[in-house]
């Protein structure tokens, strides 16, 4: 009997672990976009810039993301009436969240309720259906497509 009560706290210790959520699990519901934030350098340098924020936020622009279980994710843009969803997939590792391939870096706080990207693009050349162009910002343009300057962007979401 001595021993029972030497090995029952051991067994509540061991069943009252509960164990840390994985990123999965973390990264799984809606997000609201809350913030943005424009660099002036393509290499993420200089201080932010938040007039384009600031634009959405007049406009009642808002943007969600639905990460699902099952892998799929569901980005809701509302405003000016107008409501548009998008699907993709998702994938994450403890650092990197991929929707439909394209990864960026990501940072958590504030109790795994906020989440942070920062994400660049690259100058490109599209036409009117987003088909890409190998050119240069003149040959884009006289050709009557549209160019895109390089970029690098911070944007923060909250868990819904």
């Known amino acids: 009997m001595k021993k029972l009560f ?3 706290p051991l067994i509540i210790l061991f069943l009252g672990c509960e164990e840390d959520p994985t990123i999965d699990e973390v ?3 809606t997000w609201k976009v809350t913030n943005m934030g424009t660099y002036p350098n393509s290499d993420c340098s200089g201080s932010l810039d938040y007039t384009e924020w600031g634009f959405v936020q007049a406009f009642g622009i808002t943007m969600t993301f639905a990460f699902n279980k099952n892998g799929t994710v569901d ?3 509302t405003g000016l009436g107008e409501t548009d969803v998008q699907t993709g997939n998702w994938t994450a590792t403890e650092d990197e969240i991929c929707i ?3 990864c960026v870096g990501f ?3 504030n109790g795994d309720k906020t989440i942070q990207f920062e994400s660049s693009d690259d100058a490109s050349c599209v036409d009117d259906n987003d088909v890409v ?3 240069n910002e003149t040959e884009c343009d006289n050709a009557g497509y549209y160019w895109t300057d390089a970029g690098c962007y911070v944007f923060t979401m909250t868990k819904q």
């Open 100 to 102: 439909d391939g394209e």
């Open 133 to 135: 162009f190998d050119m």
């Open 27 to 29: 990264i799984t519901g």
């Open 6 to 8: 030497l090995i029952l």
């Open 75 to 77: 980005l809701t843009s």
């Open 107 to 109: 940072t958590l706080s």
